[in-house]
């Protein structure tokens, strides 16, 4: 049978969903950010796979969750093995299942995207590199040709797309940006197209700089020339409130031994994997220069990446809404603040909001019932998904942070 390596599974404390992190890759691209492109993993069959996650599962949460992630490295590699696990998770109860993938295989492949959807799978991320050829073949080592075939591909089924490009000046800039948007309308006008920055303390080889905060605003205004749903990532928040941080996580291995792990944790898995290809001592003090300037950067379009935990106090207190860009036409504004005399809930504050922009408001974020927020949304009360509290019920007090998150948001 299959197999592929496994790195580790994560399981997020924010709520119910796993990340399957398989090791390998068919890029070689000089600026990756992703041990799992290197390390070997312990080899598992799919059926093995998913019994491994499903125990980790039940260990930590008692349930299955309905998400599933599948990521890497490049989870594509091995066509059966993908389609089993696929297949498996449906069958263990998953809902959403997405993939995320540099999308060459299923380009390779005529049926490939075909025999994942009748498998189960619900989503697709797709890394779109480069649209010039040249710049994907000297950055990756391969051609886009069937990247961009597998995106016609995925438009073309049920899978839902999103497409991701990682912003480097110099070599995939607002030129290339502007390419590749032109292409995605092309296929299709309402694909949601994510740019990220370039992290260059986090890549294996410097090949560029991080990108400033005026060049993904560009980027930007670019894409939205030819893109209604284009998101600009947690580098920028244009487009979106920040998403609550998750500080930290569980990191599940194949032999199921298992660690709270944060960020430190991460980054020194970052760093000695970076070591192999520069000096530690470069690494860190690159690290040390880039946490000033991301912190700067941030202080310039007035988020913290970091938000302090905000203390509840009881009683009466300012609230602070957050509304996603998918809002901002109705509220005029990224955010609003209200006051209340004493404790309230959900949906008393969402009620306010509906008093002051209107039933457009409810019909926008509540579903038919008015009983639940519509599954395109979600609302995080200081942090916390409300489903994991008590839903629209949940008791808010002074001071709290009220976070409303469209589907277009991303993770």
Sequence with gaps: ?????????????????????????????????????????????AEETIRRMGKACLNYYGKVPSEAMITGGEPTLDKPYLLSLVNGLREKGFKKIVLMTNGYALGKDDVYVNELEEAGLTEAHVDLK???????????????????????????????LLVQTVYMPGIVDEAEIDKIAQFLAAVNKDIRYRINPFASVFAFEKVTSRPTVAEMERAYDISSKYLPNVIISRSCYREFPTPPPQKTWITVYPDLTSKKRGMKDQADDRLSWLSRARPRESVTEDWRKEEWDFKLRHSLVG??????????????????????????????????????????????????????????????????????????????????????LQGIKTEVHGNAEIIILSWVSGG
């Design 1 to 45: 049978m299959n197999k592929r390596g496994i790195q580790y599974f994560t399981l997020s404390e924010i709520e119910p969903r796993v990340w399957l992190m398989l090791t390998g890759c068919n890029f070689r691209c000089k600026g990756c950010f992703r041990p799992a492109r290197d390390v070997d993993g312990i080899q598992l069959t």
């Design 303 to 388: 988020i913290s990446e970091s938000r302090e935990e905000l203390k509840e106090e009881k009683g009466a207190g300012i609230m602070k809404v957050k509304f996603p860009r998918a809002l901002h036409e109705l509220t005029k504004m990224r955010e609003k603040e209200l006051v209340f005399d004493g404790p309230t809930t959900i949906v008393e504050v969402l009620e306010k909001l509906v008093e002051e922009y209107g039933e457009t408001f409810r019909e926008a974020i509540m579903d038919q019932s008015n009983e639940n927020i519509k599954r395109s949304f979600n609302v995080y009360l200081n942090g916390m998904n409300i489903k994991n």
């Design 130 to 160: 480069a649209f010039s050829d040249d710049i994907h073949k000297s950055y990756t080592g391969k051609s886009n040709k069937p990247v961009l075939r597998a995106i016609e591909k995925l438009n073309a089924s049920g899978i839902e």
